[in-house]
């Protein structure tokens, strides 16, 4: 079973920039997708960004140009760069690796955006 860590989440102002990170417990380059969601209270989870294998990423277009998605295989981690976050974004944002046929969460981190 593997393990996804997410951490970094927390409170920050509107307008203002926050990395969120995902460990894995084991190399993150056997999964041909890394991806992150959020799902906000009352809302269905939601695509953030993603990224493969091969370091091609995809973003939502409510955060193009304000989220960037990186993964380090070294250290088995996917982070999530935001920057000019907005109330909106506030939700609490999963982790997921995506295997051919299996795929695995993260137990969630809380990010909020608020002033």
């Known amino acids: 079973q593997v393990q996804l860590v997410e951490s970094g989440g927390g409170l920050v102002q509107p307008g203002g920039s926050l990395k969120i990170s995902c460990t894995a417990s084991?190399?993150?380059?056997?999964?041909?997708?890394m991806g992150w969601y959020r799902q906000a209270p009352g809302k269905q989870r939601e695509l953030v960004a993603s990224?493969?294998?091969?370091?091609?990423?995809n973003y939502a277009d409510s955060v193009k140009g304000r989220f960037t998605i990186s993964r380090d295989n070294t250290n088995n981690t996917v982070s999530l760069q935001m920057n000019s976050l907005k109330p909106e974004d506030t939700a609490v944002y999963y982790c997921?690796?995506?295997?051919?046929?299996?795929?695995?969460w993260g137990q969630g981190t809380q990010v909020t955006v608020s002033s």
């Open positions: 990224i493969t294998k091969s370091g091609s990423t």
């Open positions: 997921k690796a995506i295997a051919q046929f299996y795929y695995y």
């Open positions: 084991e190399r993150i380059f056997s999964f041909n997708v």
